[in-house]
């Protein structure tokens, strides 16, 4: 199972992105999908994820991004909108398949104020 990122990029503060998670070469059912982060010198946190039908999300986007996928579990997305300098790091598709994660490269996202 491979996934690739793409769509980051230098935003100013207010602007929006719109990340794309490619997936290929899926084994099987997908339990779980999501969207993470990693600023310099912190943790990864889940910035948004899909799980048995249900969208969650941090307080910390709530409310400014969407998590959504294609019916084929072909491409998952996030639209960020509103970001803010606070949402800089690079971003992380994982797909969870039986009990297996699967994680892509990584897309940097950069919000100048």
């Known amino acids: 199972v491979q996934l690739q990122a793409s769509g980051g990029g230098l935003v100013q503060a207010g602007g929006s992105l719109r990340l794309s998670c490619t997936v290929s070469?899926?084994?099987?059912?997908?339990?779980?999908t999501g969207w993470f982060r990693q600023a310099p010198g912190k943790q990864r946190e889940l910035v948004a994820g899909i799980s048995g039908g249900s969208t969650n999300y941090a307080d910390s986007v709530r409310g400014r991004f969407t998590i959504s996928r294609d019916n084929a579990w072909n491409t998952v997305f996030l639209q960020m909108n509103r970001l803010k300098p606070e949402d800089t790091a690079v971003y992380y598709c994982n797909l969870r398949i039986g009990w297996t994660n699967y994680w892509g490269q990584g897309t940097l996202v950069t919000v100048s104020s």
């Open positions: 070469g899926r084994t099987g059912p997908v339990s779980a």
